[in-house]
């Protein structure tokens, strides 16, 4: 596992190579000579302005009373269970852990975050924030502001400095929330804390090769701040709702940016998924095309899976792009389907084939019926075209437990088996600030 980190990150979730550098700030001027992007209108109807989020459980028939059980008993295994990803550090920090690869990723810690701050679990989203800010977040330095993206929890050594973009975008995103969930005033000042990413964020424009978390000329999320990898993205951290959130509740002065990038995010996936499957690459350039990587040939793998569930947030909370996300939820459902709905495998090449290239997760190289993908696969049909609701019962019926083999995933299987558990309950809002 060490040298492989030394190399990339491999994994069911998002792959990196590692950036350790030392490099000068300095100010962005590059964003106040973009030209004006139209922007979508708002949706009235949707659930960020009317607070009305869909129940597909209950459509589906089942009861209330055990919807909220499956969530409540899945939270408990992932933080309290004999297999739970999150360990407490002394008397007020914790985090998440990637268990088969053995580290800690500012994508999981930040996962974490989203799920304390939208259960209202508070004491585990300020210990989740302390032991990041503590042990991930640049303090000082050319980095300043951004969080290394994997730490060995055994060691307590970074295994990069460097940053991933979708990491400090669910924790700007979460600590907003937390801002309007809980005020600023007990302890973590959560807005203070956002504006701290941001701000710093905005005075990277390229010295010394280190740069805006959003490419400012294509107005598209880097795969990685630094380096070439600023030049290319990752379809599964176009998360255009996050955008329109961040225009709302940052007030750092860059709202229209971030409304032109939601909008220019789903101009993008328009592009990134295949027409006929629905299926996207991994990475791929602003174009949409696919970018290759020195650790895998482009497909549709486990980054991918979290491209339906984005696209579903989109559709639910603010409903810009309705006509094309159903299209796109009728064909990525029905692709699926046709594979069979208990048996469709988790990587694929975008036109629909089979991989010869298979990426291993941890240890482990094997196609399966994959947990993670049958959850994201479901909280697609939040895209009203699946009249059906068989991927909602599919859900309902699979089980956060060891594969036939021995195989578990409680990491990347399970959160996003829980992030879909609760989207389909609408336990997974944009929080507004409470009124006080």
């Not at 030392?22 to 004006?36: I, T």
């Not at 028939?61 to 990803?85: C, M």
């Not at 909280?379 to 437990?401: G, P, R, T, Y």
Request: hydrophobic fraction near 35%; include cysteine.
């Amino acid at each position: 596992m060490n040298a492989l980190l030394q190399l990339l990150k491999s994994s069911k979730g998002h792959c990196l190579l590692l950036c350790l550098l030392y490099v000068g700030l300095g100010s962005n001027a590059e964003a106040q000579r973009l030209p004006k992007q139209k922007q979508a209108q708002p949706n009235r109807k949707a659930a960020f302005y009317t607070g009305q989020y869909p129940n597909l459980f209950r459509e589906a028939g089942y009861k209330q009373a055990d919807i909220d059980k499956k969530v409540a008993q899945t939270y408990q295994a992932l933080f309290e269970g004999p297999n739970r990803i999150y360990f407490e550090v002394g008397d007020s920090m914790a985090y998440v852990s990637d268990l088969k690869n053995h580290d800690v990723r500012t994508e999981g810690v930040s996962y974490g975050m989203m799920i304390a701050v939208q259960l209202n679990k508070k004491e585990e989203f300020d210990r989740i924030w302390r032991w990041s800010k503590k042990y991930l977040q640049h303090q000082e330095g050319p980095l300043k502001g951004y969080f290394a993206w994997s730490l060995n929890p055994a060691t307590m050594k970074r295994n990069s400095e460097g940053p991933a973009s979708d990491g400090e975008l669910y924790f700007v995103t979460s600590l907003l929330f937390a801002s309007n969930r809980w005020g600023n005033t007990t302890g973590i000042n959560y807005y203070q804390e956002a504006r701290n990413i941001l701000d710093a964020m905005w005075k990277k424009d390229g010295t010394g090769d280190v740069y805006n978390l959003i490419n400012t000329e294509h107005k598209q999320i880097s795969f990685v701040p630094v380096g070439d990898m600023y030049n290319w993205t990752d379809p599964s951290y176009h998360v255009p709702a996050f955008m329109e959130i961040w225009a709302e509740y940052a007030k750092d002065g860059h709202e229209a940016f971030y409304r032109a990038c939601a909008d220019t995010s789903r101009a993008f996936l328009h592009r990134a998924c295949d027409p006929v499957t629905g299926l996207n690459y991994d990475y791929t350039e602003f174009s949409g095309k696919p970018h290759a990587t020195k650790w895998a040939p482009p497909a549709f793998r486990y980054d991918s899976w979290r491209v339906p569930m984005n696209i579903a947030m989109d559709y639910v909370w603010f409903g810009k792009d309705k006509a094309w996300q159903e299209q796109y939820a009728q064909r990525f459902q029905g692709f699926l389907r046709s594979k069979g709905i208990n048996t469709f495998e988790d990587q694929f090449n975008v036109d629909g084939s089979r991989p010869e290239f298979i990426l291993q997760a941890g240890n482990v190289k094997k196609l399966r019926h994959s947990l993670g993908l049958v959850s994201t696969a479901a909280s697609a049909s939040l895209i009203k075209q699946d009249k059906q609701l068989d991927f909602v019962h599919a859900l309902w019926n699979a089980k956060l437990e060891p594969y036939e083999d021995g195989y578990f995933d409680p990491y990347y299987d399970g959160i996003l088996y829980l992030f879909s558990l609760m989207h389909l309950s609408g336990k997974y809002q944009a929080i507004k600030p409470q009124q006080r």
